[in-house]
């Protein structure tokens, strides 16, 4: 199960910082990453990072957004800065487990021009 917080309303060139926790009974997670879906668009990868902390950032993202993780934690967190009102989105965290892709519940990210 996968429980995503931090989400909420900002201005303009404000920052915020989400979080997912993984719990339950969890082998290795390989892949911790970000998505976010905005009204009518379709989901898009945000950003990634591997077991070894190796990061991968969508191109509108990249300066701004960085994602990290604490394995003792099973937690992944996403430190969003000068934000745009293009960032606002349901971002949803994933893990990536033996192969198989879990989703968290998302959260709602506004942000106000």
């Known amino acids: 199960q996968l429980q995503a917080s931090g989400g909420g309303l900002v201005q303009t060139g404000g920052s915020l910082r989400l979080s997912c926790a993984a719990s339950?009974?969890?082998?290795?997670?390989?892949?911790m990453g970000w998505y976010r879906q905005a009204p009518g668009k379709e989901r898009r990868l945000v950003a990634v990072?591997?077991?070894?902390?190796?990061?991968r950032y969508a191109e509108s993202v990249k300066g701004r957004f960085t994602i990290s993780r604490d394995n003792g934690k099973n937690t992944v967190y996403l430190q969003m800065n000068r934000l745009q009102p293009d960032d606002t989105a349901v971002y949803y965290c994933?893990?990536?487990?033996?192969?198989?892709?879990?989703w968290g519940q998302g959260t709602l990210v506004t942000v106000s021009s």
């Open positions: 994933a893990t990536v487990v033996a192969g198989t892709t879990s």
């Open positions: 339950g009974d969890i082998d290795i997670i390989k892949d």
């Open positions: 990072i591997d077991l070894g902390g190796t990061t």
